[in-house]
């Protein structure tokens, strides 16, 4: 590889880290990341981890979040940073940017280097590479698994069919969703094949590019890793069987009642044409052009130069497949919209190569290439816009569910209680929701010893509750008030999420003594 | 402003008519009469504030609603009309705005007072984060009576620190007066407020200024229970000149 290609992967991971980096911290953690933090808090603090088949996906993302923490200055749960966490996606988003030297010989060099500075901006790529969440843990072996089958495919090395098995185990571990991009990457090797036999009259034979032996070490390796991390390091037997029978909860879930069922257009929506109030529009159209240009190019020409052209019809076949699949899915969630865009960009990269190849002037040239960078720039734009100002804005299209702002002034005033009651942080506390709806506060709430387990977190008010302080749903005032009336005060209301509000009772005593205290602050004047 | 010609001219024909009267009962008399001018003066006659309403952008009231000692109680019914001194003027109309964010995220200053209070989306200025403020210049000092503010009346949401002063320093360092101030626990840092926190909605909020004097409004706010970000749809000033 030359140094030329190295030194433009490098820039371009630099300017990835630059837009990824920079205030981890000031998105409040979403529901997702809340429930993910502490299950790693679990697996941290008191090595345990089982796996839950109804719940939270596979456990890669707390294991590679181990040496994250570990090597930080968070010396507890207690004070332990939404940053440290949120390191973790950063670097598998930085290192699938990184991995793309695994398919420079498949794109071509110049291709290489598009689609790595496209996924470097994407608004998408950089939002939810600061997310705590599984999904650039998923991309990144899907792509190390497309790329190691490639290569097996090329040369028949053992080494390739086990580091391809490998990534296949480990996107097991990570999601159950996993088994789309396998059933797509399958449809799209079919697809190619016939493709090539009808354009080109290629018969289809698969038997020269696949050794038994080779196929049989992968998979047994990938059922190795994948066992490994659900059997939670070979101390829970039942683990890999939960790993398949999770199957089932979700094709529920997928098909049944649940506030993430969206008709088919919403990531088209979300990824191409997004304009929900006042503001930018937010669109990645530009990879999406770029991709058809590639995937057209790849179907109709004889011929790439510097590319492979059937790991570019392949990956267009994949991508398509993929697409489809999470388009037909009625339970939608944005950032899964990653896996299929990761392989738009790729696609991207060699439509735009072609494009500015296509024009015979050198002006001609020059103005594709310029409109090209242009639009590169424009999606850097709105990843700075998505993360800065617009982080738990709706009118950006992958804020989805997210807990606003209004819930830390709420957390603030907790703390600030704490701090002048005599019990300190183990003042008696609870929250009651309806449906249990009051994530993510058991993050920002963690330091409070009488919210540790179950018996403080309410769905409904019981005839025993007692508390110094209580968080609740607007909706059960009433038993609330006929339950604490006499002893509390609701003393705010704060937003969870937009259009979700709790309450915040305090014992009026309590509550007498903080203000007291308070004013010793100068009054406004009047 | 015609009653109070009306009793200054009375008041100088009263002095000429009594000019003959012995000292102290014209001294008294004098005092008596002042007195009444500006017992008149103060109550003013009032009549209902002229004011016109956007849209509804929603229907309803807020189903959570709190009944507190910080938040009030969102009423399903029409705000009673409020009586303002009459000859009252939306002083604010079209007066230059500044603010405390220099980058506004969406609209410009332009539209806190450009009479356009409609719950659309290019209707309202959106500052960033954080305690953020907006300041009206009145061009010259006036009585004020009553302040109007539309933040974001497009969906149900409780703003936060809600401080409104009137100053006749731009800086609002001296002589400043607190109209309305809801900061509860004084995170923004400009007092402990009193006043309550409320719901918008398309009849706006309506601040009894009571006649305090001032050319310059500055409004503060720090977010809402539905985002961190700060909108100002419209502002209204309904004041006098100042005597």
Redesign the interface.
Known sequence: MTRGFWLGLLVVAAVAVALRWPQLSLRPMHTDEAVHAIKFADLWQNGAYRYDPNEYHGPTLYYATLPVVALSSDPNFDHLRESTLRFVPLLFGVGLILLLFAVRDALGPAATLVAAGLTAVSPAFVFYSRYYIHELILVLFSMLFLASAWHYAEKRSVGWALLAGASLGVMHATKETSVIAVAAAVGGLGLTLLWNRWREGIPIALKPKLNLKHLLAAVALALLVSGAFFSSFFTNARGPLDSLLAYFPWLHRAGGHSPHLHPWPFYFERLFWFHH???PVWSEALILILALIGFGAALFRKALPGANLNFIRFLGFYTLALTAAYSVISYKTPWCALGFLHGMILLAGVGAVILVRAGKPVAVRLTAAALVLLGTGHLAWQAHLGNS?FY??RRNPYVYAQT???IL?LV??VE?IAKVHPQGYQLPLAVVAVGNDYWPLPWYLRRFLSLRGPDHWYSEVKPDLAADIVIA???L?PALAERLGQTH???????LR??Y?L?FWVRSDLWRDFMER??A?????? | MHCRLTDMKQNKVNMITFGTLPRTALTLLLGLTMATVTLRAAQKEKAPLPLKLPMPAFIGTP?????????EKPSEDPRPPFLAPKGVQNVALKKKVTSSDKSP???GVELVTDGDKEAR??S?L?L??KTQWVQIDLEKEYEIYVLLVWHAHN????Y?DI?V?VSNDPDFLND???VY?N?????SG????KDK?YFENYEGRLMDAKGVKGRYVRLYSK???????NRYTEVEVWALPAS
């Open positions: 109030g006042p503001g100002i738990e804005d606003v702002s209004d002034e603030n005033n600030a749903s607007p909706k005032r005060q609701v003393v705010g209301l704060f937003g937009p259009s509000n309450h308070s004013q602050r100068p009054e406004a004047p009047k | 189903t959570d609603i709190p009944i507190d000692e910080h938040v995220i969406t609209g989306d290019d309202f959106e960033h984060r969906t149900p949401q409780l936060h401080i002063q400043v007066k607190t101030n900061d509860w626990d004084n995170s400009l007092g402990v407020g926190e977010g809402s229970t539905y985002s961190a970000l």
